[in-house]
């Protein structure tokens, strides 16, 4: 069983990943030829035989035909798993043939699961003349591995990609936007603009840092498919409502970003991402604002965002290294995200900031200031301290009322607190009790609104936790804050407790 699970998630992951695969380290080629990888329609011969096989190895119907009805094919599951163990010997530079014969490491290249499921192994030509190589060559191809030759060996792959890291900032500066192991047997690197003048002279570059040219496969960073999408999203994001996601207060321009704040006016919550987008007016139209060489194909962080229903979050953004410079002309800042829960199939929620540069627009923003992060909830007292708990007030210093809770974190002996930082006490911390019933009903306390200005008292009881304290000096640490009400813009407050007592004699 252990081993049928290792297995299926071998197999998810490639699906996952477009037949790509945990021991993915180059090309990807197909069954078919060295060229490529090639899609292939499934064979219901091949399929009909896989299930027998992946019956006979412990897997049931239901999930075979769970498969099917996600247009996996048994085929590849079946495969992956009589590869599954040479792949990993292989890749951990071990024998994967019954001799243990090995290919010599200088002849080694990529190896990779095709799509339907064959482990394809790259050499160079050389191994096909050196004996022990040969020998091992031949084994795997009677076990169904599929080797083929290729001019360039994983090391040298690895070393370029290597050097190109090294070479970020100048890479960048000739169109360079990222670059990796394709589906061949070199290094796909996507520049921006694609153009022959700009080959030429990232070709330079390769020639002026030693760079073999022949390894590098170039591709668009940006397709014209690419440009019709962005234009077309723009051109639909401009059409929906404006009234949800709303601009509040003034705008703050200049040529090179803007800050701004926004209000959700919807009653659920607004969920986005790190992308957004600029357009311009242009004879009644709104456009793409054209990208920078080498900025066009993204390079967004991938988190997520939220503004709560009536909150209002601050924004400061800066375009420059996207777009550079605006020119005087009339703009529109996009965002995009959804309300409530996603669907595919749903409506989309847009921002929209329109803003002006002119000839005499600033350059750039001036400084912000240096953010300061102050607790939204302070302990201001404690007091009537027992062996099994305390009174403690707390007070909101923020601009929104809070619905409060505290969270037990841990309690430590004070002379475990003297040195280091406070992440290290954890490991001082006094055990923790078994206890009965959900672990939020003893941790979680201090429940109460707690409006702004305003303050909280309430009792903590650690029995549950830590038992009945002896006498000594102790520190508690206390999670406070809680659901924080609009204009807040995710919801969320804290405040950190940290309060040092004593249980007497």
Known sequence: MARK????????????????????????????????????????????????????????????DSFVRSNISLENIYNQMRFGDAAQALAMGDSAVPSGGVIAPQYMGAIRFDDR????????????????????????????????????????????????NDLWEAAREVGATSWGQ????????????????QKVIFAEFLRRHNINPDIIILQPAVTQEMRDFRANRIAEAIQQPADRIVLVGDVEVSRTGIAFSLENRTSEEFTYGAPWDLAYFHEGRWLPVPHLPGAGSGMWTMQAYMLQAGGIQQYRINFEWFFGELAPGRYMFIRDGWTGYWSESGPGTYA???????????????????????????????????????RVVVE?????????RAQIIFIVPAEHTTVGYRWEWWEYHLPILPFEGDWE????????????????????DWTAIFGELPPGDYKIDLSLGGQ???????GWAFGEGLIAFTVGG
């Open 484 to 490: 924080a009400h609009p204009p807040h813009p995710t």
């Open 5 to 64: 699970i290792f297995y299926f998630c071998l197999v998810m992951t490639a699906m996952l990943m477009t037949t790509s695969c945990m021991y993915d380290y180059g090309t990807e080629v197909s069954t078919q030829s060295p060229q490529g990888h090639t899609s292939q329609p499934i064979d219901p011969a091949a399929e009909a035989f896989a299930r027998e096989r992946l019956l006979e190895l412990g897997w049931d119907e239901e999930s075979l």
């Open 352 to 390: 929209f900031v329109e803003f002006e540069v002119t000839a005499t627009t600033q350059q750039s923003l001036p400084n912000a200031p240096e953010p300061e992060w102050p607790p939204s909830v302070n302990v201001v007292s404690h007091s009537e301290v027992t062996p099994t708990g305390m």
């Open 117 to 164: 499921g064959f482990l394809n192994v790259a050499v160079l030509p050389e191994a096909f003349d050196h004996p022990a190589s040969a020998a091992a060559i031949y084994e795997m191809r009677e076990m169904g591995i599929i080797v083929y030759a290729v001019r360039f060996n994983q090391q040298e792959l690895t070393a370029t990609i290597d050097r190109l």
């Open 396 to 404: 909101n210093n923020a601009n929104y009322d809070i619905d409060h």
């Open 182 to 197: 394709g589906a061949e047997n070199g290094v796909t690197l996507w520049l921006d603009p694609y153009t022959p003048e």
């Open 441 to 460: 009903s003893h941790f979680v306390q201090g429940h109460g609104f707690l409006p702004v200005g305003g303050q909280l008292e309430f009792e903590l």
